[in-house]
């Protein structure tokens, strides 16, 4: 078993008070002069106790102090070192300073206890107001270096709180930090999937096409539609990129899509979907005597646009109906439903991401989103992918979509 390395400035502490004892001890000046029972050599015992203990107040401040304690008593029979008795007072100090928090309430209490029993009993012995200077004394040795320890470890204890509650503050700043970035790249993946994947599907799907007939006619109209899609979605990203550059603070771009859009979004499947056997129906029963949320629209817009994507990449041929309805104060249902079976002709692949980030959208708006197989109405196919979201009427706040 290793003993504990002493501090370094307990070590000071110790040699100092050592040096200083012997110094007065060799000048002949104690405390009590010829008032002592024993010799005057007797005085350095306690003296070197006390030294001994400077070098552990850090690390057994309890025992230290029980050990002081009798040293000090201990003193009192001897002639006497100033010293002896400075250094029994930077103990007490140590041990409210460096002991446990039951040490640091005790000592205080008990010294300030034992100053007053010495003031009272030395007044009943001597009857002598000098007795009160006895008292004042045992006070500055005991009792008033267990308050400035109390003191000083109120304030270590309290700058080690604010530096703590600085710390968690650091962290749960970052921990907002990379939230927001997460949230925010989440958002960014969102936007350019759905801005792109809708034209790149349709310029895949043509390219196939084209690449697999042998045929002027489609081939001039798959390339047309190819360049229209194009051009769209070049535009698209220009203003995903404008929207990035800006460093105005805006949630959205100005120019954000709403469901006034929706037929023009219906046109431009038309003219994708049309080679693959596809027809489009909108059915819009919004109340349009109040406008929606800029949240509530451009979600309903994007997952319009992301469910007519995938049923230009996916579906069977047959019809594809986009359904929208919801009047004031109530919520807003948009419902898309393709054919669902085996699809002939060429395809574009797909991640899933589409579904995904249409679910993220409708999360943060609080609402319901559903999407997968179901049977077909009556004369229709026999099976049908139906996406279903049900959004919120956002009377009270507006969350950023």
């Given at each position: 078993m290793t003993f504990p390395r002493p501090h370094r400035d307990d070590v000071f502490l110790a040699v100092a008070g050592l040096l200083s004892g012997l110094l007065l001890w060799s000048l002949g000046l104690h405390s009590r002069g010829g008032h002592a029972l024993l010799p005057a050599?007797?005085?350095?015992?306690?003296?070197?106790?006390?030294?001994?203990?400077?070098?552990?107040?850090?690390?057994?401040?309890?025992?230290?102090l029980n050990i002081g304690t009798v040293a000090v008593v201990a003193d009192q029979f001897t002639p006497g070192n100033i010293a002896t008795v400075v250094m029994f007072a930077d103990l007490v100090y140590a041990a409210v300073l460096y002991g446990t928090p039951a040490t640091a309430r005790r000592v205080p209490v008990t010294t300030g206890l034992i100053s007053i029993g010495v003031t009272i009993g030395f007044l009943a012995w001597l009857r002598d107001p000098v007795a009160l200077l006895?008292?004042?004394?045992?006070?500055?040795?005991?009792?008033?270096p267990a308050v400035t320890g109390v003191i000083v470890r109120?304030?270590?204890?309290?700058?080690?709180?604010?530096?703590?509650?600085?710390?968690?503050?650091?962290?749960?700043?970052?921990?907002?930090?990379?939230?927001?970035?997460?949230?925010e790249r989440a958002r960014m993946?969102?936007?350019?999937?759905?801005?792109?994947?809708?034209?790149?599907?349709?310029?895949?799907?043509?390219?196939?096409?084209?690449?697999s007939l042998d045929d002027a006619a489609t081939s001039r109209q798959a390339l047309g539609v190819i360049r229209e899609n194009s051009v769209e979605g070049l535009a698209e990203m220009r203003r995903l990129i404008g929207l990035l550059r800006d460093s105005s603070g805006d949630a959205e771009p100005a120019a954000a899509p709403t469901l006034d859009g929706l037929e023009a979004l219906v046109e431009q499947a038309r003219s994708n979907g049309g080679s693959s056997g596809l027809t489009f129906a909108l059915d819009d029963r919004r109340?349009?005597?109040e406008r929606l949320p800029a949240p509530v629209e451009l979600a309903a817009y994007r997952i319009v646009q992301e469910s007519l994507t995938n049923a230009i990449k996916h579906a069977a041929a047959g019809e594809v109906r986009i359904s929208v309805s919801g009047a004031t104060g109530e919520p807003l249902v948009v419902t898309v439903t393709s054919p669902f079976g085996q699809r002939q002709g060429p395809r574009a692949p797909?991640?899933?991401?589409?579904?995904?980030?249409?679910?993220?959208?409708?999360?943060l708006l609080d609402g319901t989103f559903g999407a997968g197989p179901a049977a077909g109405p009556p004369g229709g196919p026999q099976k049908i992918w139906c996406v279903r979201a049900e959004l919120p009427p956002l009377n009270d706040k507006e969350p950023s979509a």
């Open positions: 050599w007797t005085a350095l015992v306690p003296l070197t106790v006390m030294a001994a203990l400077e070098l552990v107040r850090r690390i057994m401040p309890r025992t230290v006895i008292g004042v004394v045992t006070a500055l040795v005991s009792f008033f109120n304030h270590r204890d309290a700058a080690d709180s604010a530096r703590l509650r600085a710390e968690q503050t650091a962290l749960l700043a970052e921990m907002d930090r990379t939230q927001a970035v997460v949230a993946a969102r936007e350019l999937h759905d801005m792109v994947a809708n034209h790149l599907s349709a310029i895949a799907i043509h390219s196939t096409a084209a690449l109340d349009t005597g797909g991640s899933g991401a589409g579904l995904v980030g249409m679910q993220e959208r409708v999360a």
